[in-house]
C-alpha cells in the first residue's frame, strides 16, 4: 500500500505563489507516476501535473503551461507543484495521486491513479 499527503495549501492574491507538497510513503518501489489533480464543486477533477519515471517526462494541462512547474524529490518520496501567476480560477482542491506501473497522464479516463490523498484547499482572491 502507498500513501501519499499533501501539504502547503491556503489562501493567496491573485499574481501571487504557492508551492504543494506531497509526500508518498510505504511500498513506493514500483510507482512511477505522481501527479496533481484539483476539483471544484460540481466539477469533474482535472489533471494539473504529472511527471513521469521519476523525472523522465511531465505533463501539464494547457490552463496551467507556463505558470505551475512540477518536481520531484526522489531521496525525499516526494513531489511539489510550484504554482506561480495564481488566478482566481486555479481556486480548488487540490489532490496528488500516484500510479503503480503502466503510463502516465492527467486524463483519469485513460490513466487512473491508485493512491490518493485527501487534498488541500488552495483559494487564489481576485
Known amino acids: 500500500q502507498v500513501q501519499v499527503a499533501e501539504s502547503g495549501g491556503g489562501s493567496v492574491q491573485s499574481g501571487g505563489s504557492l508551492r504543494l507538497s506531497c509526500a508518498a510513503s510505504g511500498y513506493i518501489g514500483r510507482v512511477n507516476c505522481m501527479a496533481w489533480f484539483r476539483q471544484v464543486p460540481g466539477k469533474e477533477r482535472e489533471g494539473v501535473a504529472a511527471?513521469?519515471?521519476?523525472?523522465?517526462?511531465?505533463y501539464y494541462a494547457s490552463s496551467v503551461k507556463g505558470r505551475f512547474f512540477i518536481s520531484q524529490d526522489n531521496a525525499k518520496n516526494a513531489i511539489y507543484l510550484q504554482m506561480n501567476s495564481l488566478k482566481p480560477e486555479d481556486t480548488a482542491m487540490y489532490y496528488c495521486?500516484?500510479?503503480?506501473?503502466?503510463?502516465?497522464?492527467?486524463?483519469?479516463?485513460?490513466?487512473?491513479?491508485?493512491?490518493w490523498g485527501e487534498g488541500i484547499q488552495v483559494t487564489i482572491s481576485s
Open positions: 495521486a500516484a500510479r503503480s506501473g503502466g503510463l502516465c497522464g492527467l486524463d483519469l479516463r485513460r490513466y487512473g491513479m491508485d493512491y
Open positions: 511527471i513521469y519515471d521519476r523525472g523522465v517526462a511531465s
